[in-house]
Nanobody, 120 residues
Framework: QVQLVESGGGLVQPGGSLRLSCAAS????????MGWYRQAPGKQRELVAA???????HYADPVKGRFTIFRDNAKKSVSLQMNSLKPEDTAVYYC??????????????WGQGTQVTVSS
């Protein structure tokens, strides 16, 4: 069974940095796009950044120039380096695979979410 395990959230002061990591486990033989979403209280979940298997990246406008997404295909992992954090970045961050194929079939997967709080 495929699972996504996240780590790296926490409390940080404005202007600080955090790195989120997510690793996929299970008998996966292909992964399409990996990404990070976030959901702040009272708001809809939104895409933060995504990276394709070939390394093409996409960033939401509010995080461009501050966040960087990395992917390690061999380790089936994706990371999000977040710099110059702002209070408005406070949210639960979710790792996502839009399509992963394993012996169980091909599905989308979500991590459990990790809290990022930016506050002084």
């Amino acid at each position: 069974q495929v699972q996504l395990v996240e780590s790296g959230g926490g409390l940080v002061q404005p202007g600080g940095s955090l790195r989120l990591s997510c690793a996929a486990s299970g008998s996966i033989f292909s992964i399409n796009t990996m990404g990070w979403y976030r959901q702040a209280p009272g708001k809809q979940r939104e895409l933060v950044a995504a990276i394709t298997g070939g390394g093409s990246t996409h960033y939401a406008d509010p995080v461009k120039g501050r966040f960087t997404i990395f992917r390690d295909n061999a380790k089936k992992s994706v990371s999000l380096q977040m710099n110059s954090l702002k209070p408005e970045d406070t949210a639960v961050y979710y790792c996502n695979i839009d399509l992963a194929c394993s012996s169980d079939g091909c599905y989308a997967y979500w991590g459990q979410g990790t809290q990022v709080t930016v506050s002084s």
